[in-house]
């Protein structure tokens, strides 16, 4: 996958985690698909104080924004670090069967 980032954007990008950066380029709305998707093609920038991603939508090939910082984008995070707190207490609580 080809990525490219302002300095400024790139110093934003890599401090978040591994499956920070997965989720934002696996959950991006695609206005043509009319669904989530994923992108690739990644061009990273600051834009009004906020990471622009745009790049491509992995499906059909479209273009494709991602916002992060937004208060829309902050709620969609949480939900996601919340969503991946239960998952993890589930799977520390399920025994596991051979
Ligand atoms: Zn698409």
Avoid at 31 to 54: N, P, Q, T, W, Y
Wanted: hydrophobic fraction near 40%.
């Amino acid at each position: 996958m080809q990525c490219g980032f302002t300095p400024s954007a790139k110093k934003i990008w890599e401090s978040y985690t591994e499956d920070v950066r997965a989720w934002l380029l696996n959950n991006v709305w695609c206005s043509h698909c009319r669904e989530i998707s994923a992108m690739d093609a990644v061009f990273g920038k600051i834009e009004s104080g906020l990471l622009m991603l745009r790049g491509r939508c992995t499906r059909c090939g479209g273009n494709v924004v991602r916002v992060t910082g937004t208060p829309k984008a902050r709620f969609l995070f949480y939900k996601f670090l919340v969503n991946r707190k239960i998952k993890d207490l589930l799977e520390a609580h399920t025994p596991k069967f051979p």
